[in-house]
């Protein structure tokens, strides 16, 4: 079998040598070279060849960012970054992913060794998800359009009343290549959209800063949920990196729960706590959307929010980063439409306003 050929960037011995005894543990994956800088692994990539690099964000001679972004307009390939939990290295992430980065890591420790297996299966499994990863010129990935928020922006306010009215919550389940997948959608949320429940894959810190930068370019509000936050409409709430997020409701209104609590699928917070939440307290008012990521976090719940009457949406496998976590919702059952990304923002409207006359499309 033909290994995963990867090549590491990091200015730290220290951590050049970590992830490489932590990847050779894997024998799906050979380490074919290491680079102390952009510079220098630019001379090195051609003679190497490998499928996936693994990049610092931060490091001397040139940046982690300005090589990656030259790297997907000369030469597209399978990155995944390797950052500080720290707020600049999470920003520095965070506008890693913009650029075309697959995914990332956080930096292991030295001291480590009681959680090793588990340090081990996160990278290596995310260097196996990037090794299968298409990766575009950065001047072929398509951005959706942002008709839809102008001309809802233009409609009279009685036109749009109905979104307001149909106490509808949308749940979003999302890991590898959702930062960029959110983003899209929620880009072109009107402010008047449904109360909007989000779980992305991140640690810790990195849920806040992805809730902080969504903000400032979204009509909508957008922040990282506290326990007994309310979903209102125009609003949307990111899990804390660390905490599962649950919906619930109390009368007419719907507010979040957010709390510890084992692993659930590997992770924490997991898709399907809150997706299970949402069939129990939400039922038919719910619209589940599960996006690209790798594994099958969000695929039991999405299909018990279909089994209650909500309308479920799995992104489509040709715009997905990796095509696991959808798949495996489309596989047992519990999705009602297949769309690409670009269509899914108008079609959670469309349910939106038209309720169970909705018609699914793409389901099979």
Do not use: W
Not at 72 to 89: A, E, F, H, I, Y
Not at 126 to 150: E, H, N
Not at 290 to 302: K, V
């Amino acid at each position: 079998m033909k290994k995963i050929r990867v090549m590491i960037i990091d200015d730290s011995a220290v951590v050049r040598t970590l992830l490489t005894e932590l990847l050779s543990r894997d024998r799906e994956i050979e380490v074919v070279g290491v680079a102390v800088d952009p510079i220098s692994a630019k001379q090195k990539i051609g003679s190497l060849n490998p499928d996936v690099l693994t990049l610092d964000v931060e490091m001397p001679r040139m940046d982690g960012l300005s090589f990656l972004e030259e790297l997907m307009q000369n030469r597209p390939m399978p990155v995944v970054m390797v950052s500080s939990l720290t707020d600049k290295g999470g920003e520095t992430t965070l506008r890693a992913l913009e650029l075309g980065a697959v995914d990332f890591v956080t930096k292991p420790k030295i001291d480590l060794t009681a959680k090793l297996p588990d340090i081990v299966e996160n990278i290596t499994s995310k260097i196996k998800a990037a090794a299968g990863v298409s990766v575009r010129p950065r001047s072929a990935v398509k951005k959706p359009s942002k008709k839809l928020s102008t001309d809802v922006m233009l409609k009279k306010a009685g036109e749009t009343a109905m979104i307001r009215t149909t106490e509808k919550v949308v749940a979003i389940g999302s890991s590898t290549g959702g930062t960029e997948a959110v983003k899209d959608i929620l880009e072109v949320m009107p402010p008047d959209s449904p109360g909007i429940v989000i779980v992305q894959h991140m640690p810790e810190r990195f849920t806040r800063l992805f809730a902080d930068r969504l903000d400032k370019t979204c009509a909508i509000d957008v922040r990282e949920a506290r326990d007994g936050d309310r979903v209102i409409p125009g609003h949307a709430l990111i899990a804390p990196g660390s905490d599962h997020m649950l919906l619930k409701r109390s009368g007419a209104d719907y507010y979040v729960e957010v709390k510890k609590g084992p692993l659930v699928n590997r992770h924490r917070p997991a898709v399907d706590v809150l997706f299970r939440s949402a069939a129990k307290y939400g039922g038919k008012n719910v619209i589940g959307v599960i996006l690209t990521g790798m594994g099958d976090d969000g695929a039991r719940g999405l299909k018990e929010m279909k089994d209650v009457g909500a309308y479920t949406i799995a992104q489509d496998e040709k715009s997905c980063v990796v095509f696991g976590m959808p798949k495996e919702a489309i596989e047992r059952g519990g999705a009602c439409s297949i769309l690409p990304l670009d269509d899914i923002c108008e079609d959670v409207l469309m349910a939106c306003r038209e309720g169970a006359v909705h018609q699914s499309r793409g389901a099979i």
